[in-house]
C-alpha cells in the first residue's frame, strides 16, 4: 500500500459499521523497512480536523497482530497519546517486536504522522491457557438499551456540524443510562457514568477485530466520570480536555456488535489532570474489559459550578 492509497474516509458515504471495518484494515506499507514492520492506515475525518484517539489506539493494536502469530490475542496495551494527530492525513504504523515467548508476545507500536509519533503504545499478547478465574459482578438494576435513548434521538435536531457527526457517523450505538452529558449536566454529580454501546452493523467473526473495536469505542466517555462529577458537558465554555494516554485488558471473549455495558467512575481529579477507570460487560454478565484513562481537563480560571447551567444554555443557543 501507498501513501496515496491509504487515502481517507469519507464516513457520509456509507454506513459507520462498514466505515470502522476499513478504518482497522491496515496495509503494509511497500519498500518501508527498518527495525520495524511498517504498516499504514487512513484517518478518520472528524468535524475538529484531529485523529479520534480511539481510532489510532484501534488501528495500533490491528498492527501490533499482524507481527504475531493468529493463535495470540491482545490482552493488555498501555499507550501514551503524544502529539495531537491531523484527521486529514492517513497515520504510518511501524511495529518493533520486541519479544516472542513461549507463551507471550511482546510488540511496541508507533503511530506517525510526517515522521513525528503522535501516539507510543506497548501491547502484549498471549497464547489461549487455562488457570484460575473470578470476576466483578456486573451492577444490578441498570435500564436495558432499548428503553433508552441514542445519541441521533438527542443530538440528531441539532443543526451543527459536532452534534451530526455523534449523531449519524459514529460506528458505534451509545446510549447513557444517566443523562447525558452532550450539552448539559443533569443528575447526581457523583463520579461515576455508565453507557451501552454496540456497533450499528455486523461485524465480520474475527476476534482480533473485535478486541480493536473495542478499545476504539472504550475512548468514546470514559473521561465522562470526571465531568459528572463536577456538573460538566461536554460544552462548558473555555474547557479544554485531552486524553492523556489509554491502558486496557481484555479478560474474556467479546463481540462489539452485540450490547455492551461500560460502567465508569473516577478516583481522583487534580493538577488539571483526571483519573477514569471503567469496566465492560457483556449482556450476560460477563467481566469482558478493563480499562483505565488519565485526561487533561483546564477550566476558566472564574469557572464556577453554581454559574454553569446558566452559561450552557448560552453555548447551546450559540451552538444551534
Request: proline fraction near 7%.
Amino acid at each position: 500500500m501507498t501513501e496515496a492509497e491509504a487515502g481517507l474516509l469519507g464516513l457520509p458515504t456509507q454506513d459507520p459499521t462498514s466505515s470502522l471495518i476499513q478504518l482497522l484494515n491496515l496495509g503494509e506499507l511497500e519498500g518501508a523497512r527498518t527495525d520495524e514492520d511498517i504498516f499504514m492506515g487512513p484517518s478518520q475525518q472528524q468535524p475538529k480536523q484531529r485523529v479520534f484517539g480511539g481510532q489510532v489506539l484501534a488501528q495500533s493494536l490491528i498492527a501490533g497482530s499482524r507481527t504475531v502469530d493468529p493463535d495470540r490475542s491482545v490482552h493488555s496495551m498501555h499507550g501514551y497519546f503524544l502529539r495531537p494527530g491531523d484527521a486529514n492525513k492517513p497515520i504510518t504504523f511501524g511495529v518493533q517486536r520486541l519479544r516472542d515467548g513461549r507463551s507471550f508476545s511482546a510488540r511496541r507500536v508507533h503511530a506517525y504522522q510526517e515522521g513525528m509519533p503522535i501516539l507510543s503504545m506497548i501491547a502484549s499478547f498471549q497464547a489461549e491457557d487455562e488457570g484460575i478465574e473470578h470476576q466483578s459482578e456486573m451492577p444490578a438494576g441498570i435500564p436495558d438499551p432499548e428503553s433508552l435513548p441514542s445519541t441521533a434521538d438527542l443530538l440528531g435536531k441539532f443543526d451543527h456540524p459536532v452534534a451530526r457527526h455523534w449523531a449519524y457517523e459514529r460506528p458505534f450505538d451509545i446510549r447513557h443510562v444517566d443523562p447525558a452529558l452532550y450539552v448539559s449536566a443533569k443528575g447526581p454529580r457523583e463520579a461515576r457514568n455508565a453507557v451501552w454501546m454496540k456497533t450499528f452493523g455486523p461485524m465480520p467473526d474475527d476476534a482480533g477485530l473485535h478486541r480493536a473495536a473495542l478499545a476504539y469505542a472504550s475512548d468514546y466517555t470514559l473521561l465522562e466520570s470526571i465531568l459528572r462529577r463536577h456538573g460538566m458537558s461536554w460544552i462548558t465554555p473555555g474547557m479544554s480536555v485531552a486524553s492523556l494516554d489509554h491502558a486496557m485488558w481484555w479478560h474474556r471473549p467479546v463481540r462489539v456488535d452485540e450490547w455492551l455495558l461500560y460502567v465508569q467512575e473516577s478516583p481522583s481529579a487534580q493538577g488539571a489532570r483526571g483519573l477514569a477507570t471503567g469496566k465492560i460487560f457483556s449482556r450476560d454478565g460477563r467481566h469482558v474489559a478493563t480499562v483505565a484513562q488519565e485526561g487533561m481537563i483546564r477550566v476558566p480560571n472564574d469557572f464556577k459550578n453554581t454559574d454553569l447551567e446558566n452559561t450552557e444554555k448560552g453555548a447551546v443557543q450559540t451552538a444551534v
